[in-house]
C-alpha cells in the first residue's frame, strides 16, 4: 500500500503541534529516521538518540515552531523550524514509513516556506546516501551549499531563498 493516497486524507492539513504533542513527534521521529540510519550506516544518528525532556525542551524554545499532518488522528508527518535572524531552519521533516511517497514531505516543505513571512532563506541537510530526500529538496529548488563531515559519510547542505511571493503564500 505504499505510495498509493489514503482516500481517508483527501486534503490534508498542516496543523501546529506543542508540547502535548512530544511524545507522538518522537515515536514519529524514530520510525522515520531508521531509514536514514541505515543508508549512512550510524544508529546514534542525533534524531534517534533525542530524549523526550530533549525534545520538550526544543519545543518550549519561542524560535521553534513545530508543525505536522494527522490522517484520523495518527501524526503521520512533522517538521521542526527554527527562526534565526533572516532565516528558518528546517529541521526534523518525517514522514511515518507508511505514507511516504504521498506528496507529504513536499507540503510540509511548502508550507515551511511561508511560516515566517520577514525571512529571506530557508536552510536543512541530509545526509549524503539520502537519495529521496536530496531528489525532492532539489525539485523544489533548493541548492547544494555545502557539505560537512559526519563521521563516515558527508551532511549535504541546502538553502533556498524565499521570494516575497513565497513568503506571502500561505498555507
Known amino acids: 500500500m505504499g505510495g498509493q493516497p489514503n482516500p ?3 486534503a490534508p492539513t ?3 503541534l506543542g508540547l502535548q504533542d512530544a511524545g507522538e513527534i518522537l515515536t514519529l521521529q524514530r520510525a522515520a529516521y531508521i531509514t536514514e540510519a541505515t543508508a549512512h550506516s550510524d544508529f546514534g544518528l542525533p534524531p534517534l ?15 521553534v515552531t513545530a508543525r505536522g499532518i494527522r490522517d484520523r488522528g495518527r501524526l503521520i508527518a512533522a517538521m521542526r523550524l527554527r527562526h534565526k535572524g533572516d532565516a528558518v531552519e528546517l529541521g526534523r521533516l518525517i514522514v511515518a514509513p507508511d505514507r511516504q511517497g504521498q506528496g507529504l514531505g513536499t507540503l510540509l516543505l511548502r508550507h515551511a516556506e511561508a511560516v515566517f513571512p ?7 541537510f541530509t545526509g549524503e546516501h539520502s537519495a529521496a ?4 529538496y532539489e525539485r523544489l529548488g533548493y541548492r547544494e551549499a555545502g557539505r560537512t563531515t559526519a563521521g563516515s559519510y ?18
Request: charged share 30%; proline share 4%.
Open 49 to 63: 538518540t533525542q530524549t523526550l525532556a530533549e525534545l520538550q525542551e526544543e519545543l518550549s524554545d519561542p524560535a
Open 14 to 16: 498542516v496543523i501546529e
Open 133 to 136: 530526500n536530496i531528489r525532492l
Open 8 to 10: 481517508c486524507l483527501l
Open 118 to 124: 520577514d525571512a529571506r532563506e530557508i536552510r536543512l
Open 154 to 171: 558527508q551532511l549535504v547542505h541546502f538553502t533556498k531563498p524565499l521570494t516575497r511571493a513565497g513568503r506571502r503564500r500561505a498555507s
